[in-house]
């Protein structure tokens, strides 16, 4: 049983810890002495640390690769404000010695339910061809396997087991609001780009171990794969329209918004322009979510940067909270300088230098 997670890192500051990680990545770099040094991501379920090794690494760095489990003893600390791990020892792990879901985060929700939802939605469909070729995609038990497990992005938003379906579904939900408030809007058409937009994931992305892209992924991204998709189920779907299948290819290859986002077209009739707009809102919303969650211990308002939003981000609740407790007399020190501790750049510049770590026998 893995004794420290990655979220565990604020309690653990300056503490020595033992525990298993995959590792997501690995480079070894010289130092200003010219010998190596090791620089890691290691991940679990609750999140990424960075990790360094300095000490003994000729011994350590042939041991392992990216993706393999690694047991690792090390200091926590930080440096630059962020966490990281100033590695002692570390030792490869087998397989038969890890859980293989202490290390990919995976959605809390009932992906059988989600999945439920997601059917229902598509049997509300009314035009029959659309309805048809999502069933036709939803059946196919390598895709539905498949969908039900992708993450939908390897880092910036729902990034867990089950986060492309977890997305949909939203979407799904969102879509509909909005059909309500702009019925010029065709809700069978928008609904099929909501399902289809980011279905080629499933092949972009690896998600095994650590999320990463596969070599296909990488060379042709996501709006390319889902095309082959989409034109290998529409081939088993009867008299299908070709205005609707060049409306559909437009939407997948548009829904990024831009140009400098990688979509060759930009958004150019209502339902495509609706779910680049929908899709953008769903994954900044989840990745405010999640960075919200993953600072849920610490004090102030402020996060740390988001790298994903690009900016730290303020937690209105707390804002609000702290602002509350200390007009009601609570005795809460300066709560707005508390809640508007964000790093700055002089700060980031000056930051402590990692710390040498305490060495210990076990391990
Ligand atoms: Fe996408
Ligand atoms: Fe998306």
């Known amino acids: 049983m ?7 890192c604020v309690q653990q500051e300056n ?31 609750s999140g990424h640390l960075e990790a360094k090794m300095w000490d003994n690494v000729e011994e350590a760095m042939d041991v392992f690769e990216q993706d393999d489990f690694i047991k690792v003893k090390g200091l926590v600390n930080k440096y630059k404000n962020r966490f990281q791990l100033t590695i002692h020892k570390l030792r490869r792990l087998g397989e038969s010695e890890v859980d293989f879901a202490d290390y990919l985060p995976k959605t809390s929700k009932d992906i059988g339910e989600l ?31 498949a969908y039900r497990n992708a993450p939908a992005a390897k880092t910036l938003h729902h990034a867990y087991i089950g ?11 969102s879509c509909d609001l909005i059909c309500r408030n702009y019925p010029q809007i065709n809700r069978d058409l928008l609904l099929t780009g909501a399902f289809l937009h ?25 709006m ?3 095309l082959e998709m989409l034109h290998a189920k529409i081939a088993q779907v009867p ?13 997948i290859l548009s829904h990024h918004g831009h140009y400098e986002f990688g979509s060759p077209k930009l958004p150019m009739f209502p339902e495509a322009l609706m779910l680049h707009y929908l899709d953008d809102l769903d994954s900044k919303m989840e990745a405010m979510r999640a960075q919200f969650e993953r600072e849920i211990a610490s004090d102030g308002a402020w996060t740390s940067y988001n ?57």
């Open 115 to 145: 999945w439920r939802t997601l059917a229902e939605f598509v049997a509300s469909f009314k035009e029959p061809h659309l309805k048809a070729l999502l069933e036709a995609f939803m059946a196919d038990p390598e895709i539905a396997e």
């Open 239 to 251: 008299g299908f329209p070709d205005d609707l299948k060049i409306l559909i290819e437009h939407m």
């Open 15 to 45: 503490k020595i810890i033992t525990s298993s990680f995959v590792v997501v990545s690995k480079q070894v770099k010289p130092k200003k002495t010219g010998e190596p040094y090791l620089a890691l991501t290691l991940g679990d379920r």
């Open 163 to 173: 986060g492309l379906l977890d997305h949909v579904v939203s979407l799904f939900r």
């Open 307 to 363: 790298p994903s939003l690009a900016r730290p981000l303020l937690n209105s609740d707390k804002f609000l909270e702290k602002n509350a407790r200390a007009a009601s007399g609570d005795k809460v020190s300066s709560p707005v300088l508390a809640a508007s501790k964000i790093p700055t750049a002089q700060e980031e510049k000056t930051a402590t230098p990692i710390p040498a770590g305490t060495r210990s026998e076990e391990f």
């Open 224 to 226: 390319i794969i889902e």
């Open 198 to 222: 980011d279905i080629g994931k499933i092949h972009e992305l690896t998600y095994n171990r650590s999320f990463s892209y596969t070599t296909r992924g990488q060379l042709l991204g996501h």
């Open 2 to 8: 893995k004794e420290f997670f990655t979220s565990d």
